[in-house]
């Protein structure tokens, strides 16, 4: 909804205004951000907090190309405005939100956004405008010796700001939600799974904001991998195909290079059909249309005593899905709706379950 009203008001618009707390693009993927790119044109002025690290260099570099970018000085965390005004004639529409006007991990997890058009002015746009006032009177044109500095303290203290990201990762799953699911049904369908698993892929590659060659140990030995973190939710992923099935490895330790990271868990549907020798799969409801990433509670690890029998006495929570040549369903866990906001936190959460349940395990 979002997304698709800020696209709307940047084709309508002549000119646009914007201020953040801060200025993300996921290394130009994030989608918000795309379309702010395609509308370089019409962005008059850019009013951006220095508050902490959460402002990627190249975002702020791309900014003041288009000769736009203001940083506001916050380092006490009292720039929080984020508002978005467009401006066609003497009309205006204003977005202001405090979430998901960047990438998933720097702002709040819920969204609570207002779209409002009228006139220039309407006392509503007024106000707006003397917030964008008092933002400029604070403002300064960075100069490039200063982004260089920026730059340079945002890559070297990476490590470090992600381990505060770590501090506050969200452990704990909601599992209660479960016992409310309806009865769903095995996805079959070659294209339907392949279309899910793109979704899945793309909502957590998103989220992630760090991209490395790892080794990662697995039964039977280990090998160099290319992995995908994401402190904010302390969860790495590993993303592959093998021949019958998508290979969805995760894992919750920080990558390092001089250590061999374990697999916690994989989920790893098939490419097409039934086969329940493979512990991940995607499951519909047929009434609503949702596709669900399920896991059958099948955890390995090469420890004795690890395994279904042990994450089903452990694991609160599961849904019922139906199989072809079944008479009755398979207890899965429901580990995310595929599409949904939260989607990639509701697997950390998964994740992070399955090691709670291994480590109580010794």
Known sequence: MLQAAIEDACGWCEALTFATPAAASSGGKWPLWQILERSAAKIRLAYVALDGMRSEPAALAWLQEHDCLRLVPAADGSFRANVFRFQKGTDVRVILGAGQLTPPGFMA?????????????????????????????????????????????????????????ELGAPFMRTTARDADMPELFLVEDKKSAARAMKTARKQLLEVATVRRRQRIGFHGGNDTFTIHWCPALKLWALFQDLDNRYWNCFGIARPDPEKSLQITVQVNPPFEGLDRKIGGAFASDPHTGNVYFVHRGRIGGGQKGIGSQLFWSRFRGGAN??????????????????????FARDV???????????????
Do not use: C, N
């Open 321 to 342: 899905m139906r199989e072809p040549g079944a008479d009755e369903p398979s207890r899965v866990v429901v580990v995310g709706r595929v599409g949904a906001p939260d």
């Open 109 to 165: 997890p819920l969204d609570a956004v207002v779209l409002w058009e009228g006139a220039t002015l309407d006392p509503f746009a007024v106000s707006i405008d003397a917030l964008l006032a008092r933002a400029k009177e604070k403002a300064h044109v960075p100069s490039a010796e200063e982004l260089a500095d920026y730059s340079r303290a945002f890559y070297s203290g990476a490590e470090l700001w992600d381990q505060l990201f």
């Open 348 to 362: 950390a959460g998964f994740v992070h379950e399955v090691a709670r349940i291994k480590a109580a395990a010794g």
